[in-house]
């Protein structure tokens, strides 16, 4: 493996002597050039990316099968901020417990939210379920997941969302409570 160059994502593959970025952008638009003096020559007509050699940061043109390091622009990803929110430990003021997720981005449309049930108090096993009962009601930027009343909805909740393009995720949890419970801090439990 070659140590003093590295491959930086231009290239004339697609037509000889029209040397293009990895974005597709022709050199010859950027004015910006470094070669070798003589290069680029496409010696034995096999060369067709592009090096730079880290002591004199000129640039040189090679075959593409050869084994050496590269560098890769990474595209800026937007901040993902997530947020799960409920009006009161119990969900609501009212009878109908709730909570929301919000998303701060301004490309909702290429977000996946969702919502996930972490943890329910639960005696036995009879019943256990992950799955969140009620139902989501769409807002912009996120959604509220409407709860029915009672001990069925006391539990941990999880909003998720997950960016489309990139695949970065982040995640935040709200806890119901139900009004007639505690959190007894000895056992680490809802009682």
């Not at 020559?41 to 004199?56: A, P």
């Not at 807002?139 to 997950?162: D, I, K, R």
């Not at 393009?165 to 680490?188: F, H, M, P, R």
């Amino acid at each position: 493996m070659e140590v003093n160059s590295f491959f930086f994502g231009l290239d004339d593959l697609m037509k000889e002597g029209e040397f293009r970025w990895a974005d597709g952008t022709l050199l010859s638009e950027t004015g910006y050039f470094q070669w070798i003096p003589g290069n680029p020559d496409n010696n034995l007509g096999s060369e067709h990316c592009v090096e730079r050699n880290v002591y004199h940061d000129d640039w040189n043109d090679r075959s593409c099968s050869v084994k050496q390091r590269f560098v890769c622009e990474k595209s800026k990803v937007p901040p993902l901020h997530l947020m799960a929110m409920t009006s009161t430990p119990f969900g609501s003021t009212g009878n109908t417990p709730s909570f929301s997720c919000i998303v701060s981005s301004d490309n909702t449309h290429d977000y996946i939210t969702y919502t996930e049930r972490a943890v329910r108090p639960s005696l036995t096993t009879n019943g256990y379920t992950l799955n969140v009962p009620g139902i989501e009601a769409p807002q912009t930027g996120g959604f509220t997941q409407n709860l029915p009343n009672g001990a069925t909805s006391v539990g941990v909740y999880e909003c998720s969302s997950t960016y489309t393009i990139t695949g970065s995720s982040t995640s935040a949890d709200v806890t119901i409570l139900s009004q007639y419970s505690t959190y007894n801090k000895y056992e680490l439990r809802i009682v």
